[in-house]
């Protein structure tokens, strides 16, 4: 089932919305304000943003702009704003759609399914054609520099999607941290390679059931790590 956030301040709105959204299959949430909502867009795993400009806190432009930095999730903007200048700040800054309000519940409903299926295609058809890494319920799309555990998309920085796709590429091949560090950092470690520590715990804290006990990426006390085909 799609999960859907609602950033909207006006409660009956909101309701409204997410009325006719779960009518429809979907499952909503909502959040009144701006700076809330932005947190939970950006942790969290959401299909779609129904994203309102005027808010508390922090405005849709704003919450639009910092979500693209980090995902591709599609965005509605909804506003009573009717200026043209709006909606092309608004589809600038990366929103796949803009709604002037009032609208029709059921036009959001329409506009929401048929952003929801091109994005599903889009992601198949990469998947499809770009290179793939899978491993038991871990799939590093290396052309996209995306990660996805049991089908949910994680976030990782540069230097955590390079580690990582490095050692999945590489099983079972034991390597200190001086040789990951040269490997991924393209230097020697000049000493400091607590840093390769850093992000395997990162790393591990977005793919593994149980950090403690880690099923992709192990520790060889005194030596360094493997990835566990």
């Excluded at 432009?61 to 009717?82: G, H, L, W, Y």
Aim: glycine share 6%.
């Amino acid at each position: 089932m799609s999960r859907i956030l609602i950033i909207e301040d006006e409660v009956s709105i909101a309701d409204l919305e997410r009325d006719y959204l779960e009518l429809s299959g979907f499952e909503v949430e909502i959040e009144n304000d701006g700076s809330i909502g932005l947190s939970r867009a950006m942790e969290e795993d959401f299909n779609l943003l129904i994203l309102d400009l005027m808010l508390p806190g922090i405005n849709g432009f704003d919450i639009c702009r910092q979500i693209r930095e980090e995902k591709n999730t599609p965005i509605i903007m909804v506003s009573a704003k009717k200026d043209d200048i709006d909606k092309i700040r608004g589809l600038g800054l990366g929103a796949d759609d803009y709604m002037t309000k009032p609208f029709s519940p059921s036009e959001l409903v329409a506009r929401v399914k048929a952003h929801l299926a091109r994005y599903e295609r889009l992601v198949n058809l990469n998947v499809q054609m770009n290179d793939m890494i899978e491993i038991r319920g871990l799939k590093i799309d290396k052309t996209a520099r995306r990660v996805w555990v049991d089908g949910v998309e994680k976030n990782f920085t540069t230097k955590e999607f390079d580690l990582l796709t490095f050692l999945a590429q590489n099983p079972n091949h034991v390597y200190t941290k001086d040789e990951l560090f040269k490997e991924i950092w393209d230097m020697e470690s000049i000493g400091d390679i607590a840093t390769v520590t850093v992000h395997i715990k990162k790393i591990r804290e977005k793919i593994e059931k149980n950090s403690a006990k880690p099923q992709y990426i192990e520790t060889i006390w005194g030596v360094g790590y493997r990835f566990k085909m």
